[in-house]
């Protein structure tokens, strides 16, 4: 299996950009379709980027297409989701995820995300 760890989280205002990371160890990264999800309190847990396990394929919930984009670095075993154009309605817990199955049946059943880093916190204030 994969150990998953995040980073980049903090506190912003509205506009500003940031970087999150989850480092990957363990089981080969590439063998995992990527995703990062998000909860804000009082929502349900959201996919809001997934990457397929060649880096070619990759999607986007509405609410943030446009303002982010995942990317992963196969030599440092390392997803990441670049975030511009931050939206107070952005603060949640961000979560990165692996899923074991093919990129098309993972981002059409998100509970097929079987690991999960512990999340790291973006705060955007407006």
């Known amino acids: 299996q994969v150990q998953l760890v995040e980073s980049g989280g903090g506190l912003v205002q509205a506009g500003s950009s940031l970087r999150l990371s989850c480092a990957a160890s363990g089981r080969t990264f590439s063998s995992y379709t990527m995703g990062w999800f998000r909860q804000a309190p009082g929502k349900e847990r959201e996919l809001v980027a997934a990457i397929s396990r060649s880096g070619g394929s990759t999607s986007y919930a509405d609410s943030v297409k446009g303002r982010f984009a995942v990317s992963r670095d196969y030599a440092k075993n390392t997803l990441y989701l670049q975030m511009i154009s931050l939206k107070a309605e952005d603060t949640a817990v961000y979560y990165c995820?692996?899923?074991?199955?093919?990129?098309?049946?993972?981002?059409?059943?998100?509970?097929?995300?079987?690991?999960w880093g512990q999340g790291t916190q973006v705060t955007v204030s407006s």
């Open positions: 995820a692996a899923a074991g199955v093919d990129y098309t049946i993972a981002t059409m059943n998100p509970s097929l995300f079987a690991y």
